[in-house]
């Protein structure tokens, strides 16, 4: 009999683990298959945060955060999208996006409540809710109503052990943006059936279309909603593991206890790097995501010329582009065009079987390996089917 | 920001992107994009295309001086016609007037550090304009024109992530 616990012995680990170590094995491969900007975090970041380790700050901060870093966010937030959180009890500072998810789930769902999911989307939303002992409940949407949650399908999943709904746009992988209009929609059935949204909007900067709406912006919606964000996108700290979730005092003090008790506090460096960012970050934002805006138009219009249809991601740093018509697999495609052309992307499937028949390809990658990645795809193209 | 301005900042990083690709970017026509550029060279707004190159990596060792000179401007042509003077020496690579200490700031290539020194000595130097002049060689670049010049490691992305 396995040690380990039923619930986390029936989550697979992530499909891309093989891909992974195929990828490590061989040279010259060109991967846009990475979902993290290749932009390293701009210096006066990193040396703010180096300033403050010369200076001895190496101890724990607030369970909340440090005060002057909810601050700044709170003021942020209340800038771009007119919404507000008192920064003494409605912000939390977590360990990346990935913290703040795990710790709005287990805040919030009990025992066999549902939470719908809507997919393709990112990868942790799913076992996340099952590790909280949750029951995941997807939500597949589609290319042709631009990869967006139809209100009648999220309606129609609705049942009495419904908790929460995840919302997760702009969206990893598909690049959907979802508008106010839409959000609206949502919201609806949201104070209807009285569900909690837990929003990740961690590629909320980087909308290249129209502008983005805070979930909680909407009228009624604060008190409904859990806001995450982060830093790791728009400000390329990855690495820094550093994000936030901004609630009603109730759930963001559940969720403090959570955090307190597993992870105590976000690295005291990461926050004073993630303070210089907000702060006078904007600049180095608004030059990257000029930058993702020139490479995603490049990258889709390879795709079509080369056959394959895209569908136009208006957020995030990925293009989703069908390969229905080769007839492959994702998996077959994906691994076949790393194994013959040395090119890396990642297979839809393992973002949900809505993501089948779909590649994730990420544009956050130079300009030079877009059109090789692409002229090796185009060749591929011309012998990998008939 | 303006087409033209956003032209010119992906053809400053770098001047071999296709017309076809920045009218991609831009979602302009390519014809568009032809003009504007165009346009731009005849305004002289774009002077030329160089390319940076490593000369060092490429086995050839340059030598640079930085001169601070000072001058004994002349009645009614300041320090125009001195400078008109040095410009056209090919040793010169740059030339700016400065506030401060001195008046020009002189930027000298040679092929080695005499035929450096010997510009200074038998050029610039023996200008009866020129006061005095301050020699400093060049020992190591380690950023130019805004290009950080020495390889460093770089920090590398696993090669797949979600
Ligand atoms: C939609 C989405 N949410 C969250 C994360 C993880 O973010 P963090 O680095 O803040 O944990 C990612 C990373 O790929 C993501 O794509």
């Known amino acids: 009999m396995s040690g380990i616990a039923e619930r986390v012995r029936k989550v697979p680990v992530s499909g891309i683990r093989k891909f992974f170590d195929l990828v490590l094995s061989m040279d010259d491969v060109i991967s846009l298959g990475v979902g993290e900007p290749d932009f390293i975090t701009p210096w006066h970041i990193r040396e703010a945060s180096i300033y403050s380790l010369e200076r001895g700050h190496t101890m724990y901060t607030s369970n909340y955060g440090i005060l002057e870093l909810r601050e700044a966010i709170s003021e942020k937030v209340k800038e771009s999208y007119n919404v507000e959180y008192n920064p003494e009890n409605e912000v939390l500072i977590t360990v990346g996006v990935s913290e703040a998810f795990d710790l709005a789930i287990r805040a919030v769902v009990n025992p066999g409540d549902e939470v719908l999911i809507p997919e393709p989307s990112y990868v942790s939303y799913k076992p996340c809710t099952i590790f909280a002992g949750g029951k995941p409940v997807i939500v597949e949407t589609i290319e042709e109503n631009e990869f967006k949650p139809v209100v ?29 209009g839409d959000l609206e929609d949502i919201a609806d059935i949201v104070r209807e059936y009285d569900l909690t949204v ?50 009603s005092e109730e759930i963001i003090e559940a969720m403090m206890k959570i955090h307190q008790y597993s992870m105590l506090c976000a690295p005291i460096m990461s926050q004073k790097a993630a303070l210089e960012a907000v702060t006078t970050g904007d600049r180095d934002v608004e030059e990257m995501v000029r930058q993702y805006s020139r490479r995603k138009k490049i990258l889709v219009k390879r795709l079509r010329e080369i056959g394959l249809s895209c569908f136009e991601p208006d957020g995030a740093f990925y293009a989703f582009p069908s390969i229905k018509s080769t007839g492959l697999s994702s998996e077959e495609f994906a691994t076949r065009l790393l194994e013959e052309e040395k090119v890396a992307v990642v297979p839809g499937n393992v973002f949900g079987s809505s993501g089948e028949g779909y590649l994730r390809l990420a544009y956050a990658a130079s300009h030079e390996d877009i059109n090789e990645a692409l002229n090796r795809m185009e060749r591929f193209l011309t012998y990998s089917h008939d | 920001m303006s087409k033209d301005d956003e032209i010119l900042r992906i053809l400053e990083d770098n001047a071999r992107v296709s017309d076809k690709d920045i009218a991609t970017m831009l979602d302009i026509p390519v014809e568009e994009v032809s003009r504007i550029i165009k346009s731009m060279e005849e305004q002289k707004i774009i002077r030329k295309y160089k390319t940076v190159i490593n000369w060092e990596k490429f086995g050839r060792e340059k030598v640079y001086a930085m001169i601070d000179v000072n001058i004994h401007p002349e009645r009614d042509r300041g320090y125009d016609s001195i400078a008109e003077r040095l410009m056209r020496f090919s040793e010169v690579r740059n030339l700016f007037l400065v506030s401060g200490m001195y008046d020009l700031f002189v930027l000298v290539e040679g092929n080695n550090m005499k035929e450096v020194a010997g510009f200074v000595a038998q050029k610039l130097a023996p200008l009866p304009q020129v006061t005095s002049t301050t020699t400093h060689f060049l020992l190591k670049k380690y950023k130019e024109d805004g290009d950080i010049l020495f390889d460093r490691e770089e920090a590398e992305r696993q090669p797949i992530s979600l």
Do not use: Q
């Open chain 1, 198 to 247: 837990i929003s990740d909007e961690i590629y909320d900067r980087l909308t290249y279309k129209g502008e983005h709406t805070c979930f909680s912006s909407l009228n009624g919606m604060r008190e409904n909603t859990v806001y995450l964000n982060g830093f790791s996108k728009a400000y390329a700290m990855t690495g820094w593991r550093v994000g936030y979730a901004m609630s």
């Open chain 1, 152 to 180: 009648e399908d999220i309606e129609k999943k609705i049942t009495e052990k419904t908790k929460a709904l995840v919302l997760s746009y702009p969206n990893n992988p598909t690049g959907a943006t979802l508008g106010k």
